[in-house]
């Protein structure tokens, strides 16, 4: 199976916190430039970058291994969703 793109995953992350279909979600450009984060997005595991999106901190590793924190989250850093379909 293929790994989706990581500015898809970043979409589905955050869609899968908030419980709803990632049409359902402000689009990702109004935020960041996908094909930027796709360029950037190590797809190795040899780095990782953080995109604030629709209320959330996605920290990007690679097209699977992604965090979702909420930034208005009670205790800072209260994770709220990791990976991708998990």
């Known amino acids: 199976m293929t790994s989706p793109r990581p500015s898809v995953a970043v979409v589905e992350a955050v869609a ?3 419980g709803c279909d990632p049409l359902d979600l402000p689009p990702l450009y109004d935020v960041v430039d996908p ?32 965090t979702v924190e909420r930034l208005d989250a009670p205790e800072a850093g209260t994770q709220v969703a990791a990976g991708v379909g998990q």
């Open 16 to 18: 899968n916190a908030e």
């Open 35 to 66: 094909d930027s984060v796709d360029r950037l997005c190590p797809l190795n595991g040899g780095g990782e970058i953080t995109i604030r999106y629709h209320g959330y901190a996605v920290t990007v590793r690679d097209a699977e291994r992604i």
